[in-house]
């Protein structure tokens, strides 16, 4: 090889390395900082005044066994109540899966099948792959989730461009929770470990915007890595708190027939 093609080699090398992003390293925050404590109040604040929404939305889905790519219309509402429509090729209602989180419906039109019984924690898996209870779920689809039960602050850490993470754990360790907020308070990333360190479940948060004076998220992304999916809601409308009429979690389908009950 040349000298010239060795110059060149070694000036793209170092005008690469001069190039390359530093790659931030989070660093522990002290006790007496009070950013922490001020983003878990406000989180909570919020959690508290956003009680419910109606949205329309579209969903993806992508699970081993499962590919969907659908428009849908939810209801949402504390502590534990779904509605959740999915729309054919015109806006049709193919399917309804309700909960108030003790008991569940679900309707397949084209079937004309009712299936419903008591709510286990495995169901909406089976029928949404969101490997969620209910009162999650309804906490992630509203976009200020509560920490776990039972969990108390135990460090922080400072984030690139600003960011905030807060860890949670409790005294048993069964369980533990990474909040991650921006330069400007929004949350980011909330994800829940293992007692090992792994992770069975986060959700992700973009595209944030106005909606009747709160910032609300318009993506929302969910993943479960043990079982290979991943959840994408993309919001096109959202209304927080509406009043939603009596019924709206129960489904009343005239000469309907029973599938199977689980």
């Known amino acids: 090889m040349s000298r010239a093609l060795?110059?060149?080699?070694?000036?793209?090398?170092?005008?690469?390395?001069?190039?390359?992003?530093p790659v931030f390293e989070p660093r522990p925050m002290t006790v007496a900082d009070p950013r922490p404590a001020k983003l878990l109040g406000a989180l909570e604040d919020e959690a508290t005044a956003r009680r419910g929404l109606r949205a329309s939305a579209k969903l993806s889905l992508e699970a081993?066994?499962?590919?969907?790519?659908?428009?849908?219309r939810?209801?949402?509402?504390?502590?534990?109540?779904?509605?959740?429509?999915?729309?054919?090729?015109?806006?049709?209602?193919a399917a309804v899966l309700v909960t108030d989180g003790l008991q569940y419906q679900f309707l397949d039109v084209s079937r004309g099948e009712l299936d419903e019984g008591e709510m286990t924690p495995s169901l909406l898996w089976q029928y949404a792959r969101v490997d969620l209870r209910p009162e999650q779920a309804v906490d992630l689809l509203l976009g200020v989730p509560r920490p776990l039960a039972g969990l108390v602050p135990d460090?922080?850490?400072?984030?690139?461009?600003?960011?905030?993470?807060?860890?949670?754990?409790?005294?048993?360790?069964?369980?533990?929770?990474?909040?991650?907020?921006?330069a400007d308070a929004r949350l980011r990333r909330v994800a829940t470990l293992d007692p090992a360190g792994d992770l069975v479940w986060e959700a992700r948060y973009d595209d944030y915007r106005d909606v009747g004076g709160a910032v609300f998220p318009f993506n929302v992304r969910l993943r479960f890595p043990r079982l290979d999916a991943e959840t994408r809601v993309d919001y096109k409308t959202?209304?927080?708190?509406?009043?939603?009429?009596?019924?709206?979690?129960?489904?009343?389908?005239?000469?309907r027939v029973h599938g199977s009950k689980r």
Request: aromatic content about 6%.
């Open 155 to 182: 460090g922080a850490e400072t984030l690139a461009e600003n960011g905030v993470a807060v860890l949670l754990r409790g005294e048993s360790a069964a369980a533990r929770q990474r909040y991650e907020f921006d």
């Open 74 to 93: 939810m209801a949402v509402e504390r502590p534990a109540s779904l509605r959740i429509e999915i729309l054919g090729l015109f806006n049709q209602v």
């Open 238 to 255: 959202v209304h927080l708190n509406p009043d939603l009429p009596d019924g709206t979690f129960v489904l009343n389908v005239p000469g």
């Open 64 to 72: 081993p066994d499962l590919r969907l790519r659908r428009p849908q």
């Open 6 to 21: 060795l110059a060149v080699l070694f000036v793209s090398v170092l005008l690469a390395s001069a190039c390359r992003t």
